[in-house]
């Protein structure tokens, strides 16, 4: 493949690129993507993944072709999203063992019964030899940096190993982890704030605050008066930095802006699917939504029920099929956001499985 390239406009500037912590991270993406990414026209070599930048990566896959050389091994990896190259050296270990001249010939001394350190260590080798040396077939993980080489995508390993899963128990948990980490981290786009930009900063640090006490409290429900004073803080130094050599703003100045930061941080929460309103009244009460245990239930229980049904006993629930159903059996206030946190739990938790994408049936 050619290797697409970005606009320098669009890049992030090169500098700036350590403050993501995905690029100093072995990224886990599917095959597919890797082999889309664009290369970068500042640093050839790093990728940009939704303006991420990424050099490595770390891959599970099944070998599905291979070819072996002197001093490498060529395996074609494939994740069941696309197959790409892998270039793995071989180790110095490797390269004896396979050299009847420089092969150990020596045998050990040592007592009958006793330890005897060179037969161990030629059994470490063969282990060594075994888990690196794979046929088709079998599973392999690769963690490495990407290169284009010959107009083809490819990885370098740096480390490479074959996995021992007969009931598919690795398997089955990298395909719960990653897409996970697409909606935590990959598939949202890196962004950094603007120096100057104290109010959007105010805001983000106001909702991370609200996110840490309801995580760690466990609250299932509260009320704006409940998490208000956790932001006093934030309004106190905006507040002296505003009065900094004129004197201190008038008292209600700071209550307006306490209760303004307050009101966007419900509502980012909200448009997250943080936390909702199941019945919208005078009395302002917001739900937790991954500790609505009624709420999951509630989904938990339509997706059961309706997967019984004909009509979505083979592909599942659609999302927002579930949705409609959860407005009218439970809250009209439910979003879309909040019934993917709820599906997203209620999966983790092995209680339903996505089956393509925004389908669900119950187990």
């Given at each position: 493949?050619?290797?697409?390239?970005?606009?320098?406009?669009?890049?992030?500037?090169?500098?700036?690129?350590?403050?993501?912590?995905?690029?100093?991270?072995?990224?886990?993406?599917?095959?597919?993507?890797?082999?889309?990414?664009?290369?970068?026209?500042?640093?050839?070599?790093?990728?940009?993944?939704?303006?991420?930048?990424?050099?490595?990566?770390?891959?599970?896959?099944?070998?599905?072709?291979?070819?072996?050389?002197?001093?490498?091994?060529?395996?074609?990896?494939?994740?069941?999203?696309?197959?790409?190259?892998?270039?793995?050296?071989?180790?110095?270990?490797?390269?004896?063992?396979?050299?009847?001249?420089?092969?150990?010939?020596?045998?050990?001394?040592?007592?009958?019964?006793?330890?005897?350190?060179?037969?161990?260590?030629?059994?470490?080798?063969?282990?060594?030899?075994?888990?690196?040396?794979?046929?088709?077939?079998?599973?392999?993980?690769?963690?490495?940096?990407?290169?284009?080489?010959?107009?083809?995508?490819?990885?370098?390993?740096?480390?490479?190993?074959?996995?021992?899963?007969?009931?598919?128990?690795?398997?089955?948990?990298?395909?719960?982890?990653?897409?996970?980490?697409?909606?935590?981290?990959?598939?949202?786009?890196?962004?950094?704030?603007?120096?100057?930009?104290?109010?959007?900063?105010?805001?983000?640090?106001?909702?991370?605050?609200?996110?840490?006490?309801?995580?760690?409290?466990?609250?299932?429900?509260?009320?704006?008066?409940?998490?208000?004073?956790?932001?006093q803080p934030l309004i106190s130094g905006r507040l002296q930095t505003q009065s900094a050599g004129q004197e201190a703003v008038a008292g209600p100045s700071g209550c307006q802006q306490l209760n303004q930061l307050l009101k966007e941080v419900l509502q980012v929460l909200q448009?997250?699917?943080?936390?909702?309103?199941?019945?919208?009244?005078?009395?302002?009460?917001?739900?937790?939504?991954?500790?609505?245990?009624?709420?999951?239930?509630?989904?938990?229980?339509?997706?059961?029920?309706?997967?019984?049904?004909?009509?979505?006993?083979?592909?599942?629930?659609?999302?927002?099929?579930?949705?409609?159903?959860?407005?009218?059996?439970?809250?009209?206030?439910?979003?879309?956001?909040?019934?993917?946190?709820?599906?997203?739990?209620?999966?983790?938790?092995?209680?339903?499985?996505?089956?393509?994408?925004?389908?669900?049936?119950?187990?």
């Amino acid at each position: 493949m050619q290797a697409a390239a970005m606009d320098p406009a669009d890049e992030p500037p090169s500098m700036l690129w350590g403050m993501d912590p995905i690029f100093s991270a072995f990224a886990r993406l599917f095959v597919r993507d890797i082999l889309q990414m664009t290369e970068s026209v500042q640093v050839p070599g790093i990728y940009f993944y939704n303006l991420h930048p990424i050099y490595k990566v770390d891959v599970l896959g099944t070998v599905v072709y291979k070819r072996e050389r002197d001093d490498f091994f060529c395996y074609g990896v494939d994740d069941g999203t696309g197959v790409i190259n892998c270039l793995c050296w071989k180790s110095n270990l490797l390269k004896e063992e396979e050299d009847p001249s420089k092969s150990g010939t020596k045998h050990s001394d040592a007592a009958e019964g006793g330890f005897d350190l060179v037969a161990e260590l030629r059994k470490l080798r063969q282990k060594q030899r075994k888990r690196c040396h794979l046929e088709i077939g079998e599973l392999i993980r690769v963690r490495g940096p990407v290169k284009t080489s010959r107009q083809q995508r490819e990885i370098t390993a740096s480390t490479y190993y074959k996995v021992d899963d007969p009931v598919m128990a690795v398997q089955i948990a990298w395909m719960m982890e990653v897409p996970q980490l697409y909606r935590l981290f990959y598939d949202k786009h890196f962004q950094l704030d603007e120096a100057g930009d104290s109010a959007e900063t105010s805001l983000s640090k106001a909702t991370n605050i609200i996110k840490d006490f309801l995580k760690q409290r466990l609250v299932a429900k509260f009320r704006p008066y409940d998490v208000q004073d956790l932001l006093q803080p934030l309004i106190s130094g905006r507040l002296q930095t505003q009065s900094a050599g004129q004197e201190a703003v008038a008292g209600p100045s700071g209550c307006q802006q306490l209760n303004q930061l307050l009101k966007e941080v419900l509502q980012v929460l909200q448009d997250q699917g943080t936390v909702y309103r199941k019945v919208k009244s005078q009395d302002e009460v917001y739900h937790v939504t991954i500790q609505d245990k009624d709420l999951l239930i509630t989904v938990k229980d339509i997706i059961r029920e309706d997967s019984k049904r004909e009509k979505y006993a083979e592909k599942g629930c659609h999302i927002l099929h579930i949705l409609s159903a959860v407005r009218q059996r439970y809250s009209l206030n439910v979003s879309k956001a909040a019934l993917e946190l709820v599906l997203q739990t209620l999966e983790c938790d092995s209680d339903i499985v996505s089956t393509s994408d925004s389908h669900y049936i119950a187990f």
